[in-house]
């Protein structure tokens, strides 16, 4: 759950659904999926396990359009990855306190916040800061 995949979902118009259409015929497992504006010129990302990273990339790579990029939480300083609990404040106590803390020293901001499915270890949270 530490790798992003971020792209613009542009064709013409711009299409979240065919977006995701792709990855689900290359039968890429989403562990989690958010953006900003993404229909808008803005990014769309997934969460991706290890093993569905070359499946994603190999869709995306046959549509030349989708112009992505891999991002790695703990090698890219924008991506942070986070386990929350499912209790009250955790996202803030957990993830978003830490990150704020952490943006105020590099000059960061948050573009957007990724909120994946439960696993046992917590749900992973994926924030990228610009």
Not at 25 to 53: C, R, T, Y
């Amino acid at each position: 759950m530490h790798l992003q995949v971020r792209c613009n979902p542009k064709l013409s118009p711009p299409d979240v659904e065919k977006f995701l259409d792709r990855l689900a015929k290359a039968k890429v497992n989403l562990g989690g999926a958010g953006g900003s504006n993404a229909e808008f010129g803005g990014e769309f990302a997934v969460a991706l396990e290890d093993n569905d990273l070359k499946k994603a990339t190999d869709a995306l790579d046959q549509h030349p359009k989708y112009e992505y990029r891999v991002l790695e939480a703990g090698v890219d300083p924008g991506l942070t990855l986070c386990w929350v609990k499912n209790q009250s404040g955790s996202l803030l106590r957990d993830c978003i306190a830490g990150v704020a803390e952490k943006n105020r020293k590099s000059g960061r901001k948050i573009r957007d916040i990724l909120i994946g499915v439960e696993h046992p270890e917590g749900i992973p949270v994926q924030v990228y800061s610009e």
